[in-house]
């Protein structure tokens, strides 16, 4: 039976990002409240906002703190998903050459180097998980996939 690991973004990410869809989601019902009392707009057009900013909020928090994945290791590959500037986003096991951590911009990573010259790099502080682990996760995948494990 396959094997399938899940990693989530942290809780202080999402919570980040929660916080930032609230602001600018604020931002908004005042920009429409202004322009309503300015044009003179009935407040049934407020009213439609504020319930459209409602969903936007439900929709942001079921997102955040949902079952989604951010990245997801199997026997035959990886994928990530929402990690801006991941580069590849997609591999079997058997493509990646090597990996090896690193630190971008001030934060641990892992990168993932494909045979074909292109690279994933996984900002593990975004993940809920403890880097040791994550970095054993991968060497123990490259070990099955046959792809190679220095990191």
Not at 33 to 41: G, N, P, Q, R
Request: proline content about 4%; hydrophobic content about 50%.
């Amino acid at each position: 039976m396959p094997v399938v690991s899940d990693y989530r973004f942290a809780p202080a990410l999402t919570a980040r990002l929660m916080g930032l869809t609230l602001v600018a989601l604020a931002l908004l019902v005042l920009l429409g409240t202004i322009a309503a009392v300015l044009l003179d707009l009935p407040s049934v057009v407020l009213l439609v906002l504020v319930l459209l900013v409602l969903v936007v909020i439900s929709l942001t928090a079921r997102r955040l703190r949902g079952r989604e994945f951010a990245v997801r290791f199997t026997d035959d590959g990886y994928q990530v998903r929402h990690i801006r500037g991941a580069g590849v986003e997609a591999a079997r096991w058997k493509d990646v050459e090597d990996a090896v951590t690193t630190t971008t911009h001030g934060s641990p990573c892992v990168v993932l180097r494909l045979r074909n010259g292109t690279t994933t790099t996984i900002p593990v502080e975004t993940l809920d998980v403890d880097r040791e682990q994550f970095v054993r996760d991968v060497q123990a995948r490259l070990r099955g996939g046959e792809g190679l494990t220095p990191l």
